[in-house]
């Protein structure tokens, strides 16, 4: 079963724009990851922010976590083409890593 | 930099016949994961290892799924009869040691096709 859910399923936009994605979630947990999967390929770690943060900055991205509503954002600055990519969260407990079903984002030139 | 090694990339088989795939984690990573992702949906946990046990593998369709890691070190998964159902990706992760951040290391994946 799967803990998070992205929204939305699917974004397009033009390179320099940005980029928000959301995910949900249904259960109290330790720390969110953000993932991205490059088509047929696998995941790469992008940024993992703990319960007990708010907001978290690594180059481009930035994300944000409510607990309160069991929610988090993952925003990508100034897009690129190479930014296309489909970006799963994932939420952990005792290490095993539930990801959710992802959104799927096209940078187009 | 360290890698993650999976192979083969890509395999195509009829049903009912045996298939096996092959990881190599990121030398010194103690913990390895099995997953298994369906076209559109994100990654579902199948086995996972620490060392050469098994600590959970609560989603290992038993029956036909095997997982072994005899020496701790790299991973076979086997499926065994092949089903049109099991077409996806497995996906091979690791992580250093059990730790409460559990970033994951993923190699490329094998994307098994049945027929």
């Known amino acids: 079963s799967q803990q998070g859910e992205e929204d939305p399923q699917a974004l397009s936009i033009q390179e320099g724009e940005n980029a928000t994605m959301n995910c949900s979630y249904k259960?109290?947990?330790?720390?969110l990851q953000w993932y991205r999967q490059n088509s047929g390929r696998g995941l790469v770690h992008l940024i993992l922010i703990r319960s007990n943060e708010r907001e978290k900055h690594s180059g481009r991205l930035r994300v944000t976590l409510d607990t309160s509503k069991k929610s988090s954002s993952l925003l990508i600055t100034a897009s690129r083409a190479a930014d296309t990519a489909s970006y799963f969260c994932a939420t952990g407990g005792s290490e095993k890593l539930v990801f959710g079903k992802g959104t799927k984002l096209t940078v187009n030139p | 930099e360290a890698e993650v090694a999976q192979s083969p990339r890509y395999k195509i088989t009829e049903k009912s016949q045996a298939v096996a795939f092959w990881c190599d984690p990121i030398?010194?990573?103690?913990?390895l994961y099995w997953y298994r992702q369906i076209l559109g949906q994100g990654p579902e946990l199948l086995v996972q290892f620490q060392d050469e046990s098994v600590v959970d593998d609560s989603q290992l369709p038993k029956d036909r799924f095997s997982a072994e890691r005899l020496k701790g070190v790299d991973s076979t998964l086997k499926i065994q009869p092949a089903e049109l159902g099991d077409s996806a990706m497995y996906l091979c992760?690791?992580?250093?040691?059990?730790?409460?951040?559990?970033?994951?290391?993923f190699g490329p994946g094998t994307r098994l096709t049945v027929l």
């Open positions: 259960t109290s947990i330790n720390n």
């Open positions: 992760a690791s992580t250093p040691h059990l730790t409460r951040s559990n970033e994951q290391f």
């Open positions: 030398s010194g990573h103690a913990t």
